[in-house]
């Protein structure tokens, strides 16, 4: 498969990406034309990846055909790419070499120190801050995230040095394509059984990831299910509260300004650490980014200075501007778990109350954790839900945003109700939002437009009413 990328490249051969504007596949895409491959790619709809794929000069077809394939040599796709597309099924049928997203990765990451980290939940800010702490450091690493990086605007980074940090999604199996030769694992959860099938063969999954690091593999200590997978793997350092834990949190605090934490590297003790991100969830993805750095003799000064400065991933508790008095935050969190987390935080450093947007994502998931969403639907002061984002999924009959209000509410908890649109939802928080009030967003689908959008639409319900203390 290497060899089969590498003679493309001596003879100038055509890669056709197929879904080529989704994140990971952008990156890819932007890593191989900076190592002088001819590149060009399809995708159904234009979007902000699109347009900088465009700037590179890398050719798009908004559509998925086979004339779209003409003249390629070897086509990457994305896993959402079904077997019964036409770019696909062209490529079968005339013998052109159909390489996966996870093969595409291997290939970037060959004979480089590589850092590949894994998770349900919070894989893209620990890469993103693990490249960040490296840039900063001046290592000059190749960088491949699941989320814009802040400050830099790319999830894609061509250095010249021979080490590469990389999100290793586990969504689709890619991270058992890898042979990183460190590793961070964030954490297990009941996520993409439509790929495993059972949680079995998920932790088994992660059980070899784990085993094929071939250095060191930070894994986190508090989950029970990591742990008991792991626990033989002789390279294996853990992270987290536990008291047994390699890496160990031992207390911190936080304000709107970030947290500061102090934490123990065996009997070594290391305080007033400061980080620029909110949340304790990101306190503990900064364990294993820090116990790296600290392997690869980067110094403390250094590594204190870039979690201070660290910007953040576009989406994970960014803060949109206004005028109001309040805090609009807009935010990827989609699986119980995460939202859980944000809230909690969003709850802790907000002076008034929380209002929370929640846009539901994928029909399977919310059926398979309906019970869970509803858990969180009572953390927030005020909960608002929109119908369910698809994604691509086929609608299950009978299920909506609906059933968890009604459920919620039969449970006891009245604050909770629907939102038909961003207009429709401004206008039912109006007559309740004040100053000093957080409003959040969350959710992975088109959300992060009605984010967008909210100021100007509050704005206008308030009119002349400004809000009051």
């Not at 992270?239 to 031992?250: K, S």
């Not at 970030?258 to 003790?269: L, W």
Request: proline share 2%.
């Amino acid at each position: 498969m290497i060899n089969d990328l590498n003679e493309i490249l001596k003879s100038n051969g055509l890669v056709h990406i197929s879904g080529i504007g989704g994140i990971g596949m952008s990156g890819i895409a932007i890593l191989l034309k900076n190592l002088g491959f001819n590149i060009q790619g399809s995708d159904t709809c234009f979007n902000a990846n699109i347009s900088k794929l465009e700037s590179l000069g890398i050719k798009i077809f908004l559509d998925q055909s086979a004339q779209n394939l003409y003249g390629v040599n070897i086509l990457i796709k994305s896993t959402a790419v079904p077997p019964s597309n036409p770019e696909i099924k062209y490529a079968s049928d005339n013998n052109i070499y159909i390489m996966s997203r996870a093969e595409a990765l291997e290939f970037l990451m060959a004979k480089k120190i590589s850092i590949a980290v894994t998770g349900a939940h919070g894989k893209t800010t620990t890469s993103a801050m693990m490249a960040s702490l490296l840039l900063h450091a001046k290592k000059d690493p190749s960088v491949l995230v699941g989320g814009i990086l802040n400050g830099i605007g790319t999830n894609a980074i061509s250095g010249k040095s021979n080490i590469f940090v990389a999100e290793s999604d586990e969504s689709d199996g890619t991270m058992n394509s890898l042979t990183p030769t460190y590793s961070i694992v964030t954490n297990i959860d009941h996520e993409h059984m439509d790929y495993y099938k059972t949680y079995d063969h998920l932790k088994e999954c992660f059980a070899n990831f784990i085993s094929k690091t071939t250095q060191i593999s930070y894994v986190f200590r508090d989950q029970p299910e990591l742990y008991e997978l792991s626990k033989t793997i002789n390279h294996v350092v853990y992270y987290g509260e536990h008291e047994n834990a390699d890496i160990r949190l031992l207390n911190y605090s936080m304000s709107s300004h970030g947290s500061v934490f102090d934490f123990a590297i065996h009997d070594q003790i290391y305080s007033n650490y400061k980080l620029s991100r909110l949340g304790k969830h990101n306190i503990l993805n900064a364990l294993p980014v820090i116990a790296l750095a600290k392997e690869l003799n980067i110094d403390d000064s250094i590594i204190r200075e870039s979690l201070e400065k660290f910007a953040g991933v576009a989406r994970r508790f960014s803060i949109i501007p206004n005028d109001l008095g309040i805090t609009i935050v807009d935010d990827y969190a989609h699986h119980p778990s995460e939202i859980k987390a944000v809230l909690e935080t969003a709850k802790l450093v907000t002076k008034g109350r929380v209002f929370a947007v929640i846009q539901l994502h994928r029909f399977s998931r919310f059926n398979n954790l309906f019970n869970d969403f509803c858990k969180i639907a009572s953390i927030p002061d005020y909960s608002y839900f929109t119908s369910i984002y698809a994604a691509g999924e086929h609608e299950i009959q009978g299920l909506s945003h609906y059933n968890l209000i009604a459920n919620v509410r039969n449970s006891g908890f009245s604050n909770i109700d629907d939102a038909a649109n961003v207009i429709d939802l401004s206008s039912k928080i109006a007559s309740k939002i004040t100053r000093g009030d957080t409003v959040i967003f969350l959710g992975a689908g088109n959300i992060t437009k009605w984010a967008a959008e909210f100021p100007a639409f509050l704005k206008s319900e308030l009119g002349e009413n400004a809000l009051h203390a």
